[in-house]
């Protein structure tokens, strides 16, 4: 469903793809979309919050519709953001080549997509499934997190895959150590939120009261 999307110029879209637990989303993540956006041209960004993640625990993640929600409040202020329902309605784990697959053939002219992750996850996309199709029907963009060294990327990602250097391209984020277990943590301890999440979220999670028992 995105025929329609905002910024739609003549001639293949390049659509940004984000996929996380988003539980919550936060400022790091909107911020690396934003980036995103603008150093890679990008028309619009979709974020894809997971419906059964594979690998985290089932009984200490929010449930889905929480968490698209949160994602959905948060975006709101920005006509480039999008979020799918795509994975969270999804009956059994979906991945990324899944996702990719979808949006790389939901529109005409196809798009050309950009699959936005964490640059810790790159490193081991080779282990991912259809790892190849996934190279050739997307471009990736690796967000190098707070604390995480460039050189050892380089050097593993040469070592591991060197074919894939030109479909991956690095973005450095300017320090934003914030990560949803922060945000879960402090919630649980009776921390404040606030700025490390749009309002509506920091409201949605106060009004359902979320995160209020440390998992
Ligand atoms: P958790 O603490 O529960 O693991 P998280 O903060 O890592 O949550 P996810 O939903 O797991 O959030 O992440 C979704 C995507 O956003 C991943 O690709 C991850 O690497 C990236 N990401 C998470 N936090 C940041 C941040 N502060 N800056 C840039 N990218 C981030
Ligand atoms: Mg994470």
């Not at 199709?133 to 070592?159: K, M």
Request: glycine share 4%; hydrophobic share 35%.
């Amino acid at each position: 469903m995105v025929s329609h999307l905002p910024g739609h110029r003549n001639g293949s879209p390049n659509i940004g793809l984000m996929g996380g637990t988003f539980d919550p989303i936060h400022v790091g993540h909107l911020v690396t979309a934003e980036e995103a956006r603008q150093q890679f041209d990008l028309n619009s960004v979709i974020f894809v919050p997971a419906g059964i993640p594979p690998h985290k625990d089932h009984e200490t993640i929010s449930h889905p519709e929480h968490r698209y929600l949160m994602t959905t409040l948060a975006v709101m202020s920005n006509p480039a953001f999008i979020v799918s329902r795509f994975e969270i309605d999804q009956h059994e784990p979906t991945y990324t080549i899944d996702t990719v697959r979808h949006f790389a053939k939901d529109q005409s002219p196809e798009p050309n997509i950009f699959f936005i992750t964490g640059a810790d996850a790159i490193l081991e996309i080779f282990t991912w499934k259809d790892y190849e199709e996934l190279l050739r029907l997307s471009t990736f963009i690796a967000v190098t997190r707070p604390g995480y060294s460039l050189d050892h990327f380089h050097e593993t990602l040469e070592r591991n895959c060197p074919q894939m250097k030109q479909k991956v391209h690095l973005l450095e984020i300017p320090a934003l150590a914030v990560s949803s277990t922060h945000i879960r943590d402090r919630v649980a301890l009776g921390k404040t939120i606030k700025y490390l999440t749009p309002e509506p979220v920091e409201q949605y999670i106060k009004k359902m009261e979320l995160y209020r028992i440390q998992n």
